[in-house]
């Protein structure tokens, strides 16, 4: 498992929220989380959380996640059982206004599994309402490989 990427994902989340519950959209730099790219998924709120904007999507998260997610809406993925579980994280954390922590099991019999983060992400200093989230996506092992 590579828990370095949500705990740092968290750890610069947390950072940005300068004594406020959540941080501003214009907190969050790129260029300080280069490093966790692959892994990250930034998502919009559209129409008070009835779709979702996938404006960035690194390509590990993608993979992670089954889905080519860069630029789409969740509604485009209709019938698409499997990123149930994704909507579900999304609205917990935007409802919520709260990191909120997910494990999936994988739909086939595999050694890993995806490891998420939701955090929720405000507009201006003056809202309070989570207009995106910030979420990191990894592999959490499964099996024999988690005991060792």
Excluded at 43 to 53: A, I, K, N, S, W
Excluded at 89 to 116: C, E, Q, V, W, Y
Excluded at 127 to 136: I, P, T
Aim: proline share 5%; glycine share 6%; aromatic share 6%.
């Amino acid at each position: 498992m590579r828990p370095d990427i949500i705990q740092r994902t968290v750890e610069y989340w947390s950072s940005q929220r300068d004594g406020r519950k959540l941080p501003t959209r214009r907190s969050i730099d790129q260029v300080e989380l280069a490093d966790l790219l692959a892994n990250l998924v930034l998502v919009e709120v559209l129409d008070g959380g009835r779709d979702y904007l996938h404006r960035i999507a690194g390509e590990s998260a993608a993979s992670l996640l089954g889905a080519d997610l860069m630029g789409r809406r969740l509604s485009e993925f209709k019938n698409d059982a499997h990123i149930d579980p994704w909507r579900n994280g999304l609205d917990i954390a935007r409802t919520f206004k709260a990191p909120h922590m997910a494990d999936f099991t994988p739909n086939n019999r595999s050694d890993s599994a995806p490891k998420i983060v939701f955090l929720p992400i405000t507009c201006s200093t003056e809202e309070n309402e989570a207009v995106f989230l910030l979420c990191a996506v990894t592999v959490a092992e499964l099996g024999a490989k988690a005991a060792e």
